[in-house]
């Protein structure tokens, strides 16, 4: 059988027989073809591309948070309150918070409402806490009472930095409240702190003269005059002394009944010697008793 062989694309082999046929292969591939050229993208295309890329990035966060912003579903809609007390009661919280409902919770300005909430001078501090969508969460400190704080005539309280917090309206009111009162001469860095702390010591020797203590006159950093009801006379004590001269005032109270039923004071502060201070000569009078110098007891 003879003939001819057509081939498309391969390796070429025109002019040579197949076998011994004598038959020949055509090469049908083009001869110096060029590919074709691709279409070059407009200018304005090529800059237009990334501009709407970054448009597309701005856009979304830009949208997404006008929505935030404005939906009705992040009004705030629920105060829950923690930590309330008799004097700063929970619903006197959601009260004074009452105003802020419907506003947009994103964008409530959590200092200013902390500070709307402090004007109450019984509260120390404020902790707030947004809950998406519509909560906000709201914790209240309130400032303890210590003591009463004597200023211009008139009581307060105070609490154990010294800090007033409102007055006391009634003698009875204090009378209820229990609390000890801290007298200043002169004005004390820490002198409430310090007054509380020499109670105290007072407490740990006698618990009885501590618990009728109704005032403590805070005389210098150091130096405090004590008045307690178990005592017919104030103590002048210094800080940190308190219990060993305390325990040595114990042995002389009976030669002090006996010997001076009108005392104004006795100084417990001196190393080696605890000194009676007599009473004034109308004191002494109204008591029946001559006035007596300067009595010191060394020991």
Do not use: C
Not at 36 to 51: C, S, T
Not at 70 to 89: C, D, K
Not at 104 to 122: D, H, I, Q, T, Y
Not at 171 to 177: D, I, L, S, V, Y
């Amino acid at each position: 059988m003879t003939g001819t062989l057509l081939r498309g694309p391969g390796p070429a082999q025109t002019g040579h027989s197949i076998g011994g046929s004598g038959a020949r292969v055509l090469d049908f591939r083009r001869r110096g073809a060029t590919p074709p050229r691709r279409r070059r993208a407009h200018p304005l295309q090529v800059l237009l591309r990334p501009l709407a890329a970054a448009l597309l990035l701005v856009a979304l966060p830009a949208g997404l948070a006008t929505w935030v912003l404005t939906s009705p579903r992040f009004q705030l809609r629920e105060v829950v309150v923690e930590g309330g007390s008799e004097r700063v009661p929970a619903t006197w919280v959601a009260a004074r918070l009452a105003p802020l409902e419907g506003k947009n919770l994103v964008r409530l300005p959590l200092g200013e409402v902390a500070a709307e909430l402090r004007r109450n001078p019984w509260i120390d501090a404020v902790e707030l806490r947004k809950e998406l969508p519509g909560l906000l969460r709201v914790g209240i400190s309130e400032r303890h009472p210590e003591a009463f704080l004597s200023n211009a005539g008139r009581l307060y309280y105070t609490d154990s930095a010294g800090r007033p917090i409102v007055p006391v309206d009634t003698p009875e009111e204090a009378r209820r409240a229990g609390l000890l009162e801290v007298r200043f001469t002169h004005p004390v860095a820490g002198g409430v702190a310090s007054a509380l702390d020499v109670a105290a010591e007072l407490g740990r020797v006698r618990p009885d003269w501590a618990g009728a203590l109704t005032l403590v006159e805070v005389l210098g950093e150091e130096d405090f005059r004590l008045h307690t009801g178990a005592l017919r006379f104030p103590l002048l004590v210094t800080r940190g002394q308190v219990g060993p001269k305390v325990r040595r005032l114990e042995e002389l109270l009976p030669e002090l009944d006996r010997r001076y039923p009108a005392i104004a004071a006795v100084d417990l502060r001196f190393s080696r010697r605890i000194v009676v201070q007599p009473a004034t000569a109308a004191a002494a009078q109204a008591a029946g008793k001559t006035v007596v110098s300067d009595v010191q007891f060394t020991g």
